[in-house]
């Protein structure tokens, strides 16, 4: 069942009362600062409010593990654009314990890709034009080698000034603590 007729009575009643004014912010980043995190949903709220963020402090960018796969991938130039165009300083990638891509088995994926109706010949089509899909997959193993390595991704970048910080941390979704994986500081 979809939640879509749910979500626009609520944004209608939530557009009429003017609830969207406490929200209010501008497009650049008060604190200077991007983040890539994981689109896990035990971070939608907790992670904010865990590096003390209000709406508007900071450019947040989500995508499944954290994780960057292509230099020039989307993720990679949100996170240029963030700096270039949106005043952004400083970058955070934050991993976190029990991530779902630590634990992603190609295998059962693809199963699971049959059992939603795409057909093997699609599969097929995709692997004959040089899609590896295995590999698109793939999750990792350790969460502070994805962190270390998508840290190391950015600030080796052709496209990133040497003066923009680099951080990496790793979370606990059940407590909120953090820990220091990379500071770029040293």
Request: glycine residues 6%.
């Amino acid at each position: 069942m979809s939640q879509l007729n749910e979500i626009l009575e609520f944004n209608k009643s939530f557009v009429e009362s003017k609830e969207y004014l406490k929200y209010s912010a501008d497009k650049y980043p008060n604190k200077k600062i991007v983040i890539l995190s994981c689109m896990d949903t035990r971070l939608t709220e907790l992670l904010p409010k865990a590096l003390n963020l209000k709406n508007g402090d900071a450019k947040i960018i989500k995508n499944a593990g954290a994780v960057i796969t292509h230099p020039f991938g989307s993720i990679a130039r949100s996170i240029l654009v963030a700096i270039y165009e949106l005043k952004a300083e400083e970058v955070f990638i934050i991993g976190h314990h029990g991530c779902g891509m630590s634990k992603v088995d190609y295998d059962k994926t693809l199963e699971n890709i049959y059992k939603r109706g795409i057909k093997e010949e699609t599969i097929n089509n995709l692997t004959h034009s040089g899609i590896d899909l295995k590999k698109w997959f793939e999750g990792f193993s350790c969460i502070y080698d994805s962190v270390k390595e998508t840290v190391s991704k950015m600030k080796n970048h052709p496209l990133m000034p040497a003066n923009i910080k680099i951080h990496g941390l790793v979370m606990d979704p059940k407590t909120a603590k953090l820990e220091l994986v990379v500071d770029d500081n040293k």
